[in-house]
């Protein structure tokens, strides 16, 4: 009984974590997915509900099933099952916490140790950082996401995204691209504010 409580509580959890989890998978896929990652999260909150829901059935399921074969009160039946109820709950907050706040954090952070600045685009004579403001993020997927997105546009040299801050800084060569190009790059269903605009020396990108 327990080990179908854990079941269902780590059902859940995934439940919840799906659109992090997805928007993960499809960074590691590649090119071609990055605006579709990026989306995915801007509906953690419908995830998050959807899996709690599901657990919440799971055990409301469980204790109808259980009612049917005593003829217990519901306080009774509440008492006499709580362990079930406590298991279900208990793996299905494990389950988020550890996607959400361990696995998917590391990942994201070892994706972007890994990225590296986009090839010198024909030595421009300067370059601009762009900072916006991006409204809707609810994880770290998110802002992932959203980076290699606008990496995978043509001018935009560098692109760091941060959830904590809610901003993304842009490198870009305004030869090629132009700021309202930019900002029409964040994938939907994000909003974005500009905040400033520097024109800033080569060098300073090449580190």
């Known amino acids: 009984m327990l080990n179908t409580a854990a079941v269902r509580g780590a059902l859940g959890g995934f439940i919840s974590s799906a659109c992090c989890l997805g928007s993960l998978i499809l960074l590691l896929i590649g090119a071609g997915n990055f605006a579709l990652a990026a989306s995915l999260g801007a509906y953690r909150t419908y995830f998050i509900l959807a899996g709690l829901g599901f657990v919440l059935l799971s055990i409301a399921y469980h204790l109808r099933k259980k ?37 998917i954090p590391y990942v994201t952070a070892e994706i972007s140790e890994k990225d590296i600045i986009k090839a010198e685009l024909n030595q421009p004579s300067e370059l601009r950082e762009l900072t916006l403001r991006i409204g809707g993020m609810s994880c770290e997927s998110c802002a992932e996401a959203i980076e290699k997105s606008l990496m995978n546009v043509n001018g935009i040299v560098k692109a760091d995204v941060s959830y904590a801050e809610g901003t993304a800084v842009v490198v870009y060569n305004p030869s090629i691209i132009t700021q309202s190009r930019i900002v029409e790059s964040v994938p939907q269903p994000y909003s974005v504010e500009v905040v400033s605009e520097s024109v800033i020396a080569v060098n300073d990108v090449r580190g």
């Not at 009774?76 to 959400?100: D, M, W, Y």
Request: proline letters at 0%; glycine letters at 2%.
């Open 67 to 103: 009612a049917k074969q005593c003829a217990c009160s519901y306080s009774q039946l509440v008492r006499s099952e709580s362990k079930f109820i406590a298991t279900t709950l208990l793996t299905f907050t494990a389950i988020f916490g550890v996607v959400n706040f361990a696995i």
